[in-house]
């Protein structure tokens, strides 16, 4: 099973499109995968769920939260196993090919963040290292010990637009990273700003398991960048508009990976999606402009199984 995060504390640059979307092009190929809303905002969970299914089945104990909630009471923590959920409306129209199953969010997954830094707190130098590296490899240890790796090829994690714990305790928790922009200028500034904080967590992560005793470094984490996926592309003439070359440019200069595959704008296909509960790559299109965004859909897919050699 190949962990992935989606991130970029950018908001609105694409993140949970392109994670519903690669999932279903996955499936579709007939992977088994396994998505993982971090978001408070639940944009990925009301993409393949009504808010009132969800309201009536998942809110109560069925969500991400429930799962962290669960470490602050008595008794066992939840699994993780038993929050996924295939989704009915995308499994009917995978036809068994492959399979796409989430584990919910809920809006107030905000406040699980805050209990996660309260926990951080306090004690010697000493309990605080271990403290530091139990919160932010909770996530971590919960997909290891409950969710079996041989039942999903892969499992991505749609990060919220920001770079608190949660979000952390997805980067620890991932074998690979990956970071949609917008080419804009301040997509291509904040590319910077997150490669030097994920840099800085995963310095501090590897120091603190170092000064723990030694069973624990053999756990030292390394997610590795897969690449910036560029989203929103305006293209002229099959190229991205010189508006926007200049920043797939930069982005490039920075010495990030930078795929060659992109996600082409389309407000059209992409506006109505969600309410559907089908992401656009698996909709029936009629339209050339829907083929063709279905195309770099399918074109970034298969650069990314080159990448993790799937
Ligand atoms: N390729 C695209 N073309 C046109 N519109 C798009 C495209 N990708 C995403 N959008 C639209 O842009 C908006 C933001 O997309 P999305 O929710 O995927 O971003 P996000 O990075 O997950 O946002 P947030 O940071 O709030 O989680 C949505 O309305 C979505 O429909
Ligand atoms: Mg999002």
Known sequence: MHIISIINYKGGVGKTTLTANLGAELAFRGRNVLL?????????????????????????????????????????PLSLATLIYAPGRVTRSLQNRGSLHLIASHLGLINVDLELATDLGGGSLKQARKRYLRVHRRLSDGIRNDIDPNAYDYLLIDCPPNFNIVTKNAIVASDYL?????????????IDYLLRNLAELVSNYNDYLQLEDSSESADAIAPKMLGVVFTMIQEYGNQPISAQRPYIRQTNDLGVPVFDAYIKANQ?????????????????????????VVESLEALATELEGKVGA
């Open 268 to 292: 059209t296909v992409f506006a109505t999606a969600p309410q559907d509960g089908v992401p656009v790559v698996l909709n029936q299109y009629q339209h050339r402009s829907h083929a063709s």
């Open 36 to 76: 993982l809303d971090l978001d408070p905002q639940a944009s990925l969970t009301f993409s393949f769920l009504r808010p009132e299914y969800w309201k009536l089945h998942f809110e109560k104990d069925r969500t991400i939260k429930a799962w962290f909630d669960s470490f602050e009471e008595p008794g066992a």
């Open 178 to 190: 990956l970071s949609p922009a917008k080419p804009d200028y301040l997509s291509t500034l904040g």
